[in-house]
């Protein structure tokens, strides 16, 4: 296992080194950061591994952090996952083990996050964003915001921006925060989603701005809506 995976908290099993081949760190670097995904996964084997030692395996990974995946139905999954900050970068690391007749094999997925910074503009115009937690990166793209808010096919856009590990309480400061800033509840479609909408000028223009806050069994997810009022 990568020296660099350990040290960002993805352990690898006892005893056990993978197969030669299986693990290309160049490879895995010039993928994981592509701009046609920021995504990769890997099938590791391991010779004579028992079944024992891949359920101490599994269990050492979820002393670690990682969790079972859930399906759609909302039962986990043979899928566990967590997010890892790997050579300073962030990661949603999922390890899934999978049935072979002659070796022990593990498939390692890895999609890549960078760290988003909020937009001085939206934050000058009565925009705030949550305390202490920044968006998950290409949650804020200025350059297609701007493109799409002044396009004469609508002049409207919105993004799902997710936040890592913001409690509910921190949410729900949130919605406080934005109350505070003139921001008013209206009716959601969703029973259990929070929508808030406010009229703000940013950058000098005028917008119709909605924000919603959306449930989502891994990360605190908000979608956040502008219309442009030219």
Partial sequence: MAKIWQDGGLSAPDKYDAIVGAIDLDSWNEDITSAWGGSLYMYIKYLGMTDADTDKYITKLKTA??????????????????????????????????????????????????????PKTWQDGGLPAPDKYDAIVGAIDLDSWNEDITSAWGGSS????????????????????????????????????????????IDGKSYRVTIEHRENSEITEFLYKFKYNP
């Fill in 158 to 201: 919105y993004m799902y921006i997710k936040y890592l590990v913001i409690t509910a309480d921190d949410a729900d400061k949130y919605i406080a925060k934005l109350k505070t800033a003139g921001f008013t509840q209206i009716e959601s479609f969703w029973r259990d989603d929070v929508e808030l909408e406010n009229n703000l000028f």
């Fill in 65 to 118: 952090g990682f969790r079972a995946v859930a399906g759609w139905n909302g039962d986990e999954t043979d899928e566990l996952y967590n997010y890892l900050f790997i050579d300073g970068k962030l990661y949603r690391v999922a390890v899934e083990r999978r049935e072979n007749r002659e070796l022990m094999e593990f498939v390692y997925k890895f999609k890549y996050y960078e760290n988003g910074i909020w």
